[in-house]
């Protein structure tokens, strides 16, 4: 047989005419080379069974298939991974977005302040010459102040604040006394003082430190607040100033003070704990012990003003909710569920939202899975009288006020229940 290759080529008509298991099954076109080796030798096998080489070339429907496939497989794998990207693409716009437009509202709210601060200190030599004036006109640039940055918090980032408890007659002077949480404190202090019309006439008890910051320290000083450095003995020449322009000139007053000291924090809880444990005292719920010598001291003071006639007793409180998909939620400021001696702290109750976020966060109030801040806001405010307060024993004031933090701390155990009537008036 001469030397050289046949090529054959068979077609295929219809995969169903083929034997299952046949070539024709897996190819519909083949090509069958039959190579003739050369001269014929003793075990040559004949012709028809030469050697032969069988290639395949797959037609277009499997050639489809396998595609299909192949993408499926890589698109399984790939999904999530693009999914988390574009998820996390999106929460940075948001972000972004979100961080502009804190910023468009509170930058021109600082210069306001700081405009605010100089007008403040310029009033300051003015003091011991016209000190009804300078009273009087401090307080009406800090209701600017404190007035827009409420704007800020309630209309703008949609905050809801819900209150409860005692009416307060507008225009009364008073002795406010609260928990402290967080800065959005301030917002519930300032929405009540809004509705009696005292938000221009509120003064807290500031650090003696801030004196000496020029224009907002000196701010401070101009309008009478309390500069002090909780040393009572120290401070009693400070305190002096501060109440013979409330006694003497009947100033109307908001005076605030967080009579606990400090914010509340899990860790200062268990501290709290343990001096009332060390000192057979009973541990308020969801609150630290309050410090009582800055209350007598004052209520001691204030007896003799005819207008102040009041003692406040505010109790400030707050629930995050949580999507439920998401990781660790709870675990934020104070939430998590976490548990103290003195109560528990259930999951995202008096958890507050920081500086940051009550200035730039839309829908504060809003649902938290829905983009909103899903933050709840609440106070509530006990009225006492200040004639019926304990007179000329600065241990039954103590034990006074001593008795109103546990019974805060009970009104804040029921808070824990998301479904509280409180929290939807």
Known sequence: MPSGTCGLTIRNPSPDNA???SIFTLCT???????DSGTPHP???????LPCTVTSRPAPIETFIRNRNESRSNHTGAGPQLTHVRTFKMATITTALTTLRGLALTIPWLLHLLIA??????????????????????SLIAFTVWRSIQV?????NSAQITFSGDALPPGESAVVVANHVGWADFYMIQALAIKSGM?????YFAKRELRNVPFLGWGLWAMGMPMVSRNWLR???????VFEGVIERRWPTWLISFAEGTRFSPLKHAESARFCSANNKPQPKNLLYPRSKGFITTINHLRSAPHVKAVYVLTIAYQKSHPSSSPGAGEGQHGGGVKTGGGSIGKGFQEAPTMWETLSKPNISAGGGGGGGGYKFHANAKRYLMEDLPKGDDEKLAKWLEDRWVEKGEWLEGMKDPGAKEWNR
Not at 152 to 156: A, L, V
Not at 235 to 241: A, N, S, Y
């Open 43 to 49: 075990s040559t096998p004949p012709a028809d069974r």
């Open 199 to 203: 938000l221009s006439r509120q003064r």
């Open 235 to 241: 401070d009693e020449k400070e305190l002096k100033r």
């Open 19 to 21: 034997p299952r298991g």
């Open 152 to 156: 800020i918090f309630e209309t703008f």
């Open 117 to 138: 601060d100089m007008l403040l200190s310029l009033l300051l030599p003015l003091k011991p010459l016209l000190p009804d004036l300078v009273y009087n006109l401090s």
């Open 29 to 35: 076109t083949a090509t069958i080379s039959i190579v």
